[in-house]
């Protein structure tokens, strides 16, 4: 994420019999992102820069996504109580949403008897909303709605081919061949009911329950009637492989205030800039971008205290508050050590007194 000539690296292969037994979403990335952007914060202070154009001179990029974030400090410190310490933090993170050799998924859309569809996909649901998006394009294609739709997935003896769903796949990927098969299957419904009407497949609009073609429509029932008698069905495919190596950028902003008596933490204004594209669910994408280490800068700059772990509770903020001021209104205590002799020296050593040098 930023630019850094020199670096070093220990990676440790570790062995195990407790592996995880369900799927881990961005496992280790918020722990190294809170890490990397405490870092940061803290190497502006030492050099006396502001945080936030410390990490415009560094990002990889032109920083484009800070721009909303800029806009907000624009705006006046919201109110915060009589008393209160308040700061702001900034943070940036960045996330590979595929695999370096590239993601590949297929989707299958069938329209059943009873006017539902079927989306068959194998990618899993981690409880990001993967299922609700793709069930929301494929509603959107086929003007129907998202309670008329089934979604399998999870099981390739049922559905086709899906890399993983990780870093937002099940939406950038897969989202992307349900749209490809939704599409394909309204052409096909399209093309069907244009040859039973006699007119071309251009004056062929698809509405929820029929086709229509100025004044005539066939509906979509007896389309699949046609289908079952000709011994075919009424599906589609779509397949999409997406690039060999993507990643996205986030940027957060929190204006927080303290109370120096209790720990208690309010956060005032919280301000994100997601290099997310299309949001097709505004909702779900709002609580998917991760707010901790923004959130730690900004208690650090109310409160002078930097937070090495997570979650920042109004314990550790209390207790923090109350050990800095404690230090400071204890004297430093002053203790006498007694001269050591060169045998004394010897004997710390282990008597080595042959290694000592007057």
């Given at each position: 994420m930023y630019r850094c000539p020199s670096t070093k690296l220990d990676g440790y292969?570790?062995?195990?019999?407790?592996?995880?037994?369900?799927?881990?979403?961005?496992?280790?990335?918020?722990?190294?992102?809170?890490?990397?952007?405490?870092?940061?914060?803290?190497?502006?202070?030492r050099v006396?820069?502001?945080?936030?154009?410390?990490?415009?001179?560094?990002?990889?990029?032109?920083?484009?996504?800070?721009?909303?974030?800029?806009?907000?400090?624009?705006?006046?410190?919201?109110?915060?109580?009589?008393?209160?310490?308040?700061?702001?933090?900034?943070?940036?993170?960045?996330?590979?949403?595929?695999p370096p050799h590239g993601h590949f998924a297929d989707a299958r859309l069938t329209r059943l008897a009873d006017g539902t569809y079927d989306l068959a996909v194998a990618g899993a649901e981690f409880g990001d909303g993967t299922t609700t998006v793709q069930q929301q394009i494929v509603a959107r294609e086929l003007f129907t709605t998202v309670e008329q739709?089934?979604?399998?997935?999870?099981?390739?003896?049922?559905?086709?081919?899906?890399?993983?769903?990780?870093?937002?796949?099940?939406?950038?990927?897969?989202?992307?061949?349900?749209?490809?098969?939704?599409?394909?299957?309204?052409?096909?419904?399209?093309?069907?009911?244009?040859?039973?009407?006699?007119?071309?497949?251009?004056?062929?609009?698809?509405?929820?329950?029929a086709v229509l073609a100025g004044t005539r429509h066939i509906s979509l029932a007896v389309l699949h009637a046609i289908a079952a008698i000709e011994g075919e069905t009424l599906s589609a495919d779509g397949h999409f492989g997406g690039t060999s190596r993507t990643v996205a950028l986030d940027g957060r902003l929190f204006q927080v205030a303290v109370d120096p008596d209790s720990g208690e933490l309010r956060i005032l204004r919280s301000v994100s800039s997601a290099d997310a594209g299309e949001v097709m669910n505004p909702t779900l994408g709002h609580g998917r971008i991760s707010a901790d280490p923004a959130l730690a800068n900004a208690v650090r700059d109310a409160t002078g205290i930097r937070f090495t772990e997570l979650p920042v509770t109004r314990d550790r903020i209390w207790l923090a508050l109350h050990q800095k001021q404690t230090r400071r209104t204890t004297p430093a205590r002053t203790v006498a050590h007694p001269t050591l002799t060169r045998f004394d020296l010897a004997r710390l050593v282990d008597g080595h007194a042959d290694d000592l040098r007057d």
């Open positions: 292969a570790i062995y195990t019999n407790t592996v995880p037994s369900t799927a881990f979403r961005g496992h280790g990335l918020d722990q190294v992102m809170f890490a990397v952007e405490s870092v940061m914060d803290e190497l502006a202070r006396d820069m502001d945080p936030l154009e410390f990490r415009a001179q560094n990002v990889v990029g032109h920083g484009l996504r800070m721009d909303v974030i800029r806009t907000a400090l624009a705006d006046p410190f919201p109110a915060a109580p009589e008393g209160w310490l308040t700061g702001t933090g900034f943070a940036l993170s960045m996330t590979a949403a595929t739709i089934t979604v399998r997935r999870s099981d390739i003896d049922a559905t086709g081919y899906d890399t993983a769903g990780f870093g937002s796949t099940g939406i950038v990927v897969a989202g992307r061949a349900t749209l490809l098969a939704s599409r394909a299957l309204a052409a096909r419904l399209l093309a069907c009911a244009a040859k039973q009407l006699g007119v071309a497949p251009e004056v062929c609009q698809l509405s929820e329950h």
